[in-house]
């Protein structure tokens, strides 16, 4: 009987010693911020001033349409005030009313045109900013995740976006474990040695609305066509 207690024990022992070999470390859990990352990643600096000249084009392009619009548009209200002059002649009136006429129909194509060059550049820059972005982010976290590894974590965790309640998805942490600062300085460590101008982190996320700040094309007697 003894020695069969003492076998159970030994038994008992060994699985113990084996499910300790088997188990899992205990898990250390890093947090990273990847909006800092990426707002402050000397590429993304380049980008914003590249789309910031590319605005900037756009919006003198723009405002040289519109200026060729509202041309079209005073030399319409000539052809008009000369059809309802009541000193002309009928045949002058008859002439000048066709001309506005024609005049109206080329102030149309203007305003068509000024709408789909501005559907077109939003369009662009838009596609160009998510390219952007989505690389950058898949560049950014693999150098996160690498940085995280070297430091032993076996989870890391972005503080940065909230959830779908809008809540952060990390409420605390020590900051002994947050390792942005560091992947920082990995992401620019080739930075060039001369950056370009500093821009506001929000003009990566969203393009300048390139309608803004010009002159806009009245059609007489047509309503406006509100932007899509």
Excluded: C, W
Aim: glycine share 4%; aromatic share 4%.
């Amino acid at each position: 009987m003894k020695k069969s207690v003492q076998t159970l024990i030994a038994l008992a022992a060994f699985g113990l010693s084996t499910l300790l070999v088997h188990a899992q470390p205990a898990p250390k859990i890093l947090v990273v911020d990847m909006a800092k990352l990426y707002d402050s990643h000397y590429k993304t600096e380049e980008q914003n001033a590249k789309l910031r000249g590319d605005e900037q084009k756009a919006q003198e392009e723009l405002d040289r349409l519109n200026k060729e619009g509202n041309s079209l548009v005073e030399k319409y209200k000539d052809m008009v005030d000369q059809s309802n002059n009541p000193a002309a002649t009928a045949d002058a009136k008859t002439k000048a009313q066709a001309e506005s006429n024609k005049m109206l129909e080329d102030i149309r194509r203007k305003k068509s045109e000024v709408e789909s060059f501005q559907t077109n550049t939003r369009n662009s820059l838009q596609q160009r900013i998510k390219t952007f972005r989505d690389l950058m982010i898949e560049e950014i976290s693999k150098i996160a995740v690498d940085v995280a590894k070297r430091k032993g974590a076996t989870i890391l965790i972005d503080k940065s976006g909230p959830t779908l309640i809008g809540v952060s998805n990390l409420l605390y942490s020590d900051m002994s474990y947050d390792i942005t600062d560091e992947v920082l300085l990995e992401i620019n460590r080739d930075r060039p040695t001369s950056p370009p101008a500093a821009t506001t982190p929000s003009a990566a996320a969203k393009p300048a609305d390139t309608s803004s700040d010009s002159p806009k094309i009245t059609l007489p007697g047509v309503t406006p066509a509100k932007k899509p």
